[in-house]
């Protein structure tokens, strides 16, 4: 017998070791503790007495309060990894979630900024040389934000158009190399001309201290330059959007943007093509924005 809550902190402790991301921790550790509360509230403490039956019966709940199915699939999702993980260690006898199903989530249309949004983006924090490079290299490389916040000066090799930023390992994501185009390059480089000669930390993008920019901070920068920008319902992931939605525009290769934009299955990518008039592939050089 192993009790709900030993084996949520038993869960919890393995995503850390792993190196999963903190906010998909908690995302994690939130949706497990709601199934919990439910079940104990049906007096089911021991993780073996989990039933299928059972968890259908929350998920169903979950809808009739009005929970929308992207946010299901997400707890269902939860809930087949907990269980999942207890069972390949030997926690409990078997796995209650094995066949429990994904609610139909119709994909969202990725929002994808215009030539004059995009522009009118540039324009806004042209001044802050700091968040013009931040804005370039999101647009221009398609990395995730977590990414570019990891970055170090060490991963970055400029090299006249030709250069490349390494992207480590972090998580479930593997490690790749992202080329740069004149325009990334140049707004890197005119960046390190102004960063902090003196900062002690090898982050890329770092405050006037010296320590390095967090997520939090780059996010709530460019939330401001979005208003400034006069751009509305913008996220900082729609620069990645339009980086992806942009190249399949120009016909480049799907695998090519799958691999630069560090997607695990190709399906990811092809997931666009629903939302883009994109020409017939071909292997063409990564144009800027």
């Not at 929350?58 to 299901?72: P, Q, R, Y």
């Not at 429990?100 to 802050?128: N, T």
């Not at 158009?161 to 992207?167: A, P, V």
């Not at 010296?210 to 751009?231: E, H, M, Q, S, W």
Request: net charge positive; aromatic share 6%; no cysteine.
């Amino acid at each position: 017998m192993i009790s709900l809550l030993d084996a949520h902190k038993k869960f919890i402790m393995d995503l850390r070791k792993k190196g999963r991301a903190e906010a998909t921790v908690i995302a994690y550790s939130k949706d497990i503790e709601q199934l919990i509360t439910y079940l104990h509230g049906h007096d089911i403490d021991d993780a073996n007495k989990t039933t299928l039956k059972e968890i259908n019966q929350f998920m169903a709940d979950l809808l009739e309060e009005g929970l929308t199915n992207k946010t299901i699939s997400r707890k269902t999702n939860s809930t087949r990894t907990f269980f999942k993980f207890l069972r390949i260690q030997n926690l409990i006898e078997h796995n209650p979630a094995q066949n429990l199903e994904h609610p139909e989530v119709k994909a969202k249309k990725p929002k994808i900024l215009s030539k004059i949004e995009y522009r009118a983006l540039r324009d806004s924090s042209r001044k802050d040389i700091r968040t013009a490079g931040i804005v370039e290299l999101l647009l221009q490389t398609g990395i995730r934000i977590g990414e570019l916040s990891r970055l170090n000066v060490s991963d970055v090799k400029l090299n006249g158009g030709q250069g490349e930023i390494f992207i480590e390992a972090f998580g479930s994501h593997e490690a790749r190399t992202v080329p740069l185009n004149d325009a990334a390059e140049e707004a890197i480089k005119s960046y390190l001309d102004e960063r902090p000669k003196n900062a002690k930390s090898d982050h890329l993008f770092i405050t006037k201290t010296g320590r390095p920019l967090l997520v939090r901070n780059i996010r709530a920068t460019l939330n401001r330059y979005f208003d400034k920008a006069g751009l509305e319902n913008i996220k900082v992931n729609d620069l990645r959007h339009t980086f992806i939605a942009h190249h399949i525009k120009q016909g480049t290769s799907l695998i090519t943007i799958s691999k630069i934009a560090g997607h695990k299955r190709l399906s990811t990518t092809e997931k666009y093509l629903e939302f883009v008039n994109a020409p017939k592939e071909q292997k063409v050089e990564l144009d800027e924005l």
